[in-house]
């Protein structure tokens, strides 16, 4: 008996990240949900690369504006409503944090050291790309 693969959703994501006082601090935000801490991600745009695309999820879910680094960082799959997500992530140099954004009213974002953002997320695939940043 054979099981029919269930189709794989492409995502691309970011870890938005600034240097303060000499010290890297990375920006996670709220799922949808806001039970869960996450990074910037969503489905790649028609007519836009996979970081580019990633950068302007950074802009919409946590109003942060920067230069993405084109080289991926990682992959990491998630499962949400029945269905599987595969999300490749980049590097986002934030230069701009706005004070108002597109999901300013539906998301909470934080600073973090990068010790303390492994801590915050639940997946142990995310946990992991972030760890090889740290």
Do not use: H
């Not at 303390?116 to 946990?127: G, P, Q, W």
């Amino acid at each position: 008996m054979s099981r029919k693969a269930k189709k794989v959703f492409k995502q691309s994501g970011v870890i938005p990240y600034r240097v303060t006082n000499g010290k890297i601090e990375v920006l996670l935000v709220t799922a949808s949900d806001c039970k869960n801490w996450v990074i910037p991600k969503g489905g790649i745009c028609n007519g836009m690369s996979p970081p580019a695309s990633a950068a302007k999820e950074a802009w919409e879910e946590a109003g942060v504006i920067g230069q993405v680094d084109g080289n991926e960082l990682g992959r990491y799959k998630y499962r949400k409503k029945g269905k599987i997500y595969q999300v490749k992530t980049f590097l986002l140099a934030v230069e701009t944090v706005l004070s108002d954004w597109p999901e300013a009213n539906q998301r909470r974002r934080q600073w973090l050291d990068p010790s303390k953002a492994i801590k915050r997320v639940k997946k142990a695939s995310l946990k992991q790309i972030l760890k090889g940043f740290s």
